[in-house]
């Protein structure tokens, strides 16, 4: 319309980029600083499809030393960025006895899991600290469990 779309999805990625580090920095405070630090020397890449370039199946993935965050139509980028963080913590914060402690919580509030308790815990997580909650996971016990178990 009034621009070329090669030059709006420029000037829309300098906005991004200019807002990305902002906006990434307040997210990374509102956790405990012992879950920062599992992501200190990872960089964030933030991509905007609904899913991962070349994955159609994810909307967040953890490489070797960088979280990938897509654009997915239905979470928003912070509680997608939450989700994964949660992943670092369920591998290098969560004890064998924590991990089977919510094991039996999930058991006991979800008929039949779906999901595994991995992903289940990350959507905990992420809705224990995202700004946007969803209601889908605002489940005060598994909320009561990251605030009051998950190691800091």
Not at 9 to 24: M, T, V
Not at 132 to 144: E, G, Q
């Amino acid at each position: 319309m009034g621009c070329v779309m090669h030059s709006c999805d420029l000037n829309f990625k300098i906005f991004f980029e200019s807002r990305k580090n902002g906006d990434l920095k307040n997210l990374l405070e509102k956790i405990p600083k012992g879950h920062r630090s599992l992501v200190d020397e990872f960089n964030f890449k933030y991509t905007p499809n609904n899913t991962i370039n070349g994955d159609s199946k994810h909307i967040g993935v953890i490489h070797k030393n960088k979280i990938e965050v897509a654009a997915p139509w239905n979470y928003g980028r912070e509680f997608t960025t939450l989700h994964e963080i949660a992943h670092m913590v369920w591998a290098y914060k969560m004890t064998k006895e924590l991990k089977k402690e919510w094991k039996k919580i999930v058991k006991n509030t979800k008929k039949k899991p779906k999901d595994e308790y991995e992903e289940l815990f990350a959507m905990a997580y992420a809705q224990h600290y995202a700004k946007n909650k969803l209601s889908k996971y605002d489940i005060p016990i598994w909320d009561k469990f990251i605030t009051d178990k998950v190691p800091i």
